[in-house]
């Protein structure tokens, strides 16, 4: 029997087989990587810039392969992700700095906890370990440098990356003018409240959010919403009505 690359009991299928959860974390990627240093690589391509939401998807289909696929599986999928840069890469002259992709491998670890924590309660020390060594494991196969050993330093070491590699530049201000743009204006200042709640202060404060909006007293309710089965009204609320099939792919609770 082929091993699952995940184990079917971790905190990470429950946290990427909940839609709302895997919005939320792109919410606050989106937010973060919009100030990294390495954002002009998103403008090289300009597929990201034109359509962030589209290929906010085919990013997570990707996630999503790997963490519900079998080791052979999710090792395929991380070879063709790096054909994929390597294009990129030979097409600019240029590599993807190697702390840019530790960057994104923490945002991920990052946002999950954030996202499960926000909607539901605090991770316990055993699920944090399981959530950062599952990601570990993607970072070996992507055969990334310097990952930290255990939670405790890949903590210490997050706050490094967020000191050093975000910055406000005219690329984050086009970033976000896209997503504007793809939402339209009420959508656009309900990402921002959400990203507010969501990202660590150092972001909040360069993008000068505010994270004493009104979703804050709302949050409470979402075990409400979730009971109730109106998860499909809120994802409604988020995005436009042509990438809710898409989200409903998402679904696999």
Do not use: C
């Not at 994270?211 to 995005?239: C, E, F, K, M, T």
Request: hydrophobic share 45%; charged share 25%.
């Amino acid at each position: 029997m082929m091993r699952d690359f995940v184990e079917k009991n971790s905190i990470v299928r429950r946290i990427w087989s909940n839609p709302d959860l895997i919005l939320l974390v792109f919410a606050g990627s989106a937010a973060e990587f919009a100030l990294n240093r390495a954002v002009d690589w998103l403008f090289f391509t300009g597929k990201i810039p034109k359509d962030p939401i589209g290929r906010f998807f085919s990013t997570v289909s990707y996630a999503q392969e790997i963490v519900f696929a079998s080791e052979n599986e999710a090792i395929a999928t991380v070879k063709r992700i790096g054909t994929i840069h390597s294009g990129v890469e030979k097409a600019r002259g240029q590599k993807i700095p190697d702390w840019a992709y530790r960057d994104v491998l923490y945002m991920l670890i990052d946002y999950s906890k954030r996202s499960f924590e926000l909607l539901f309660r605090p991770l316990t020390n055993a699920e944090k370990d399981d959530l950062f060594s599952n990601f570990r494991r993607l970072g070996e196969l992507m055969e990334l440098t310097k990952l930290p050993k255990n939670y405790a330093d890949w903590e210490e070491d997050r706050l490094i990356h967020i000191e050093q590699d975000l910055e406000y530049s005219a690329l984050t201000k086009g970033l976000y003018e896209q997503y504007e743009k793809q939402l339209g204006a009420w959508r656009y200042e309900l990402l921002l409240e959400i990203q507010a709640l969501i990202v660590p202060p150092q972001v909040r404060q360069l993008l000068k959010l505010n994270a004493n909006n009104p979703l804050s007293y709302l949050i409470w309710s979402y075990s409400l919403v979730d009971g109730l089965g109106l998860q499909s009204l809120a994802r409604w609320a988020l995005l436009p009505s042509e990438h809710l099939e898409a989200v409903e792919r998402l679904n696999r609770q």
